[in-house]
């Protein structure tokens, strides 16, 4: 009785191992998709600073030449 008790304790902590080693692999991979999405969002905002400042040359530039539209 003892050895099939011995036996199953094996068999968990050879799993528990297993689930370990996977978990690690989860994490480091989990990192990574952190990283890469933190690359996005700063790429995100550059782009959002670079359109808005755009936008203001482009205002700036039409009422320069009076080309900017009267909104009724």
Do not use: N, P, Y
């Amino acid at each position: 009785m003892i050895d099939i008790v011995l036996e199953h304790l094996k068999r968990i902590q050879a799993d528990l191992g297993e689930v370990r080693r996977d978990m690690r692999e989860v994490k480091a991979e989990v990192i990574s998709l952190r990283t890469i999405m933190g690359e996005f969002i700063k790429a995100d905002g550059r782009r959002d600073g670079s359109i808005a400042t755009l936008e203001h040359r482009i205002a700036r530039i039409e009422r320069h030449l009076e080309l900017q539209d009267t909104i009724v």
